[in-house]
């Protein structure tokens, strides 16, 4: 079983910037397209951007396309969500996982808090 462990979040300002990282234990993680969720407080969990396992395709939720960014980097067994010109309703815990219907055991998260 794959092991993914979310860290990068934190508190900013509207308007700020946060990169997250999603370490995979496994080089399988590399044969599979991947994505960002989020769950905010009372709220279900929720997908907010996907990439092709090669990182050529990707694709965003509507209310963060323009201002997120997924990559991966295979070789690191390690996916990014670069999130620019943040706002408070981003705040939520962000999980990564297998982008299709099956997943692998969710990790802890990481949170990030937006401020007004």
């Known amino acids: 079983q794959v092991q993914l462990v979310e860290s990068g979040g934190g508190s900013v300002q509207a308007g700020g910037s946060l990169r997250l990282s999603c370490a995979a234990s496994?080089?399988?993680?590399?044969?599979?397209?991947m994505g960002w969720f989020r769950q905010a407080p009372g709220k279900e969990r929720e997908f907010v951007a996907r990439?092709?396992?090669?990182?050529?395709?990707?694709y965003y939720a509507d209310s963060v396309k323009g201002r997120f960014t997924i990559s991966r980097d295979n070789a690191k067994n390690t996916l990014y969500l670069q999130m620019n010109s943040l706002k408070p309703e981003d705040t939520a815990v962000y999980y990564c996982?297998?982008?299709?219907?099956?997943?692998?055991?969710w990790g802890q998260g990481t949170q990030v808090t937006v401020s007004p």
């Open positions: 996982n297998i982008a299709g219907g099956s997943k692998w055991s």
């Open positions: 496994e080089r399988t993680f590399s044969g599979y397209d």
């Open positions: 990439i092709s396992w090669s990182g050529r395709n990707t």
